[in-house]
């Protein structure tokens, strides 16, 4: 398989596995197969013109686009099996990094995988156990008639996309602790961030953190330039992205840069849009102070003069 390093922002990177050379005789799972199966279900709804399958889809595609580019990265990387961690370790299947050498140092990819893997370890796992609650206390759902049980199979899904991220993130963990990685530097990728035309989006406080990791700023502008060290600055932007994947020949990640630059925008005008409340709000009370103060300076005066003569 082959891990990918895309820097959405300075501060947010997304992560996509393409497996390559999967053989045909190996047996697919029952979780491929329910998997595979859906997905077909999926597909044959997106093409009816209406009906509820119809409505169910618009809804379903819509809440898919807002769960986090992170969970979807995490999900693409496959588990962990006995069979695929003894080839690993025995160096019959390379594991292979590919990430920008402008924006990531080599020594820094590991370090990126790792939190990358790990950050969102526990809320995947809560966030699971929520689900395995709420799935018995939906399942009545099912009783009314002609109405297909929408809550409890949203259940299902969202507690099985925890777990192959959870997974996911568990064999990232396991490669990057026993150093079998090869890291390969991409200059097409290189090429597009060189290529890439600036402003982006920015904001001067980050949507992820004071402590998330950072990478280089190639957005020479002054104003974004100087938010680089405690801000956030985007690094792509959808037609670039869109101009990556092509170049790559990987048209399956297109959706995954295209749905991970979108949530990052997003967080960042969300951001911005915040700043500008709070600044507003505190322009608002000073000029309140300010005003009360002057108040309070013009009613002293004037009791000042109303003293004896």
């Known amino acids: 398989m082959r891990l990918y390093l895309i820097p959405i922002s300075t501060r ?3 992560l996509y596995c393409q497996k390559l050379d999967v053989a045909a005789s190996e047996k697919q799972t029952l979780a491929d197969k329910i998997q595979s199966k859906a997905a077909r279900t999926w597909a044959s709804w997106e093409q009816k013109e209406k009906g509820w399958q119809k ?5 379903g595609n819509y809440a898919f686009r807002r769960i986090p580019y992170e969970e979807w990265g995490l999900k693409s990387v496959p588990p962990l099996s006995q069979r695929r961690k003894e080839t690993e370790v025995n160096g019959t299947e390379k594991v292979e990094v590919v990430y920008p050498k402008t924006l990531l140092s080599m020594d820094r990819v590991p370090r990126v995988l790792e939190t990358l893997a790990t950050e969102r370890e526990s809320l ?4 699971m156990i929520y689900c395995l609650i709420g799935m018995p206390i939906s399942a009545p759902v099912a009783l009314i008639p002609v109405i297909p049980n929408i809550p409890f199979f949203y259940l299902v899904y969202r507690a099985w996309s925890h777990w192959r991220a959870l997974l996911g993130g568990k064999h990232v963990q396991f ?3 026993k150093n079998l990685l090869s890291l390969t530097p991409s200059a097409i990728i290189d090429q597009v961030y060189a290529t890439q035309k600036y402003p982006l989006p920015s904001t001067p406080q980050p949507t992820t953190g004071y402590n998330a990791y950072q990478v280089k700023n190639l ?4 104003e974004t330039s100087k938010w680089n060290s405690d801000g956030e600055t985007m690094l792509l932007s959808q037609a670039a992205g869109k101009a990556m994947t092509q170049a790559l020949e990987l048209p399956q990640l297109e959706v995954e840069v295209e749905r991970a630059i979108w949530q990052v925008e ?3 005008q969300k951001q911005n849009a915040g700043l500008a409340q709070d600044g507003a709000g505190k322009t608002t009370d000073a000029k309140q102070k300010s005003d009360g103060e002057a108040t309070s300076s013009q009613e002293k005066e004037k009791d000042d003069g109303k003293g004896p003569q």
């Open 175 to 177: 490669l990057v602790n």
């Open 12 to 14: 947010r990177t997304l």
């Open 219 to 222: 957005d020479p502008s002054p």
């Open 55 to 59: 409505s169910v889809v618009n809804y």
């Open 124 to 127: 995947h796992r809560k966030r």
């Open 266 to 268: 997003t967080a960042i």
